[in-house]
């Protein structure tokens, strides 16, 4: 299951040296580690004007990949929210955000120059501070990346399927994640995150709930048990509205 926590703080407040400490932590630990860096510029490209790639997406195509011996990019000339592109990188251990200030419900750590910079950015899901210090949060310095890789992989939640099914013991997956952040609960105790049952629909992922995973699992494998060859451990199952 895939966490993410946001590095966030105001421009040359040590953002990207943070995701670089970070990343470099985590990895050194064997974790497969994503970033994501939020670009305000409104009419940014990491494309370059007249590549050939930039002439393919000129010409129409909506979605352009540049295969490289040692580097795969896939470009896609489209909006996206944050949501999505975490959906998109659930083969990762931890992705480490750059930046969404704004980010609500998603652990953060601040980069803060200032004390008035953490009473503008420190709210009840930040992990602690690089920098200026608050009493009662946890503050590093940018020397110190083993420890704060330390706290991210004991208090940092998995991105949470928000269908507050209560099989946590909380009442919603909010409160699940502040339990995470604040070492009430260990951050592998969301039951539905526990994968018996995998749905997509027109590629979008829908979470179910332990129990209806195992109500959804137990009839597909009980139909399959009296097929030649459905024998298995692992299930895979393509089902189409209506036949093309």
Same mark, same amino acid.
């Given at each position: 299951?895939?966490?993410?926590?946001?590095?966030?703080?105001?421009? %040359?407040?040590?953002?990207?040296?943070?995701? *670089?400490?970070?990343?470099?932590?985590?990895?050194?630990?064997? &974790?497969?580690?994503?970033?994501?860096? &939020?670009?305000?510029?409104?009419?940014?490209?990491? /494309? +370059?004007?007249?590549?050939?790639? @930039?002439? &393919?997406?000129?010409?129409? !195509? +909506?979605? #352009?990949?540049?295969? !490289?011996?040692? *580097?795969?990019?896939? $470009? %896609?000339?489209?909006?996206?929210?944050?949501?999505? #592109?975490?959906?998109?990188?659930?083969?990762?251990?931890?992705?480490?955000?750059?930046?969404?200030?704004?980010?609500? /419900?998603?652990?953060?750590?601040?980069?803060?120059?200032?004390?008035?910079?953490?009473?503008?950015?420190?709210?009840?899901?930040?992990?602690?501070?690089?920098?200026?210090?608050? !009493?009662?949060?946890?503050?590093?310095?940018?020397?110190?990346?083993?420890?704060?890789?330390?706290?991210?992989?004991?208090?940092?939640?998995?991105?949470?399927?928000?269908?507050?099914? *209560? &099989?946590?013991?909380?009442?919603?997956?909010?409160?699940?994640?502040?339990?995470?952040?604040?070492?009430?609960?260990? @951050?592998?105790?969301?039951?539905?995150?526990?994968?018996?049952?995998?749905?997509?629909?027109?590629?979008? +992922?829908?979470?179910?709930?332990?129990?209806?995973?195992?109500?959804?699992?137990?009839? $597909?494998?009980? $139909?399959?048990?009296?097929?030649?060859?459905?024998?298995?451990?692992? $299930?895979?199952?393509?089902?189409?509205?209506?036949?093309?």
């Amino acid at each position: 299951m895939v966490r993410a926590v946001a590095i966030v703080g105001y421009r %040359e407040a040590g953002k990207t040296k943070i995701v *670089e400490g970070l990343v470099r932590e985590l990895s050194k630990r064997g &974790h497969r580690v994503a970033t994501v860096k &939020h670009v305000v510029e409104r009419n940014f490209s990491i /494309d +370059r004007p007249n590549k050939d790639t @930039w002439r &393919h997406a000129r010409a129409g !195509a +909506r979605v #352009v990949v540049s295969l !490289a011996p040692r *580097e795969l990019a896939t $470009i %896609e000339r489209r909006a996206a929210k944050l949501e999505e #592109v975490l959906r998109g990188l659930e083969k990762s251990d931890f992705v480490i955000i750059e930046g969404f200030k704004g980010l609500k /419900d998603l652990a953060k750590i601040v980069a803060a120059r200032s004390g008035t910079d953490l009473r503008k950015l420190v709210d009840e899901f930040t992990i602690a501070s690089v920098g200026a210090r608050k !009493a009662g949060l946890p503050a590093f310095e940018l020397k110190q990346m083993r420890r704060l890789a330390d706290l991210v992989e004991r208090r940092v939640p998995p991105v949470l399927p928000e269908i507050d099914c *209560e &099989h946590c013991g909380y009442k919603s997956c909010r409160e699940f994640a502040l339990a995470v952040l604040t070492g009430k609960r260990r @951050w592998d105790g969301c039951p539905t995150l526990q994968e018996r049952v995998i749905l997509t629909v027109d590629g979008r +992922r829908v979470f179910l709930n332990p129990f209806m995973q195992n109500m959804m699992a137990g009839t $597909i494998v009980g $139909i399959l048990s009296s097929l030649k060859g459905a024998k298995g451990e692992r $299930i895979e199952l393509k089902v189409m509205k209506r036949a093309r």
